[in-house]
């Protein structure tokens, strides 16, 4: 007649994770659709992307944060097929790096999370620039395009605190 607390429980965490998964892959999604969409006209637009790979790195599990990276990267490295392999191996370097400075960090601090991200940023940048310099042979220097790109890579670093913020009172995350 009684109620198993085990037997109900599980069902509906199992049921919670999922839905959080859901919801973390559509924002994926979204983000991708504003990225693509608002990158012509927003000369100031952070890269969302990697900012949601950065995120899910420090505020999930290792293994979650490494598949949602390599799903990233397939999305964002469908946006220029020459830096799609780089953007599929640097990913999940990224959302592997980004967990374990969770771990050593502490992951709300907003220092911790401008430092974390502006790795990320030269990173992508610097793999980026090798990957084109090797396959097209025409692409400039690292500090060239951190000169050309300055807006939106200082963009998305100064922004990674508040949307970090936001998303983890959205996934309701606590410490």
């Known amino acids: 007649?009684?109620?198993d607390k085990t037997r109900v429980s599980k069902p509906i965490l199992r049921f919670c994770k999922m839905k959080k998964i859901i919801q973390v892959y559509l924002l994926l999604i979204i983000a991708f659709i504003l990225q693509v969409s608002a990158a012509g006209q927003i000369s100031w637009m952070p890269d969302l992307i990697l900012l949601m790979v950065v995120f899910e790195g420090m505020f999930r599990s290792g293994p979650e944060a490494v598949v949602f990276a390599l799903v990233a990267g397939a999305i964002r490295g469908s946006l220029?097929?020459?830096?799609?392999s780089a953007d599929i191996f640097t990913f999940p370097i990224i959302g592997?790096?980004?967990f374990l400075e969770g771990r050593i960090f502490y992951r709300y601090n907003p220092v911790a999370q401008v430092l974390i991200t502006t790795i990320a940023v030269c990173l992508v940048v610097f793999i980026h620039v090798l990957c084109l310099k090797t396959s097209e042979g025409r692409c400039a220097g690292f500090f060239t395009v951190l000169t050309y790109n300055w807006k939106p890579l200082l963009v998305t670093i100064v922004s990674a605190p508040g949307l970090f913020f936001l998303l983890s009172r959205m996934f309701h995350l606590e410490d």
């Open 96 to 98: 592997a790096m980004g």
């Open 80 to 84: 220029s097929f020459g830096t799609f």
């Open 1 to 3: 007649m009684f109620l």
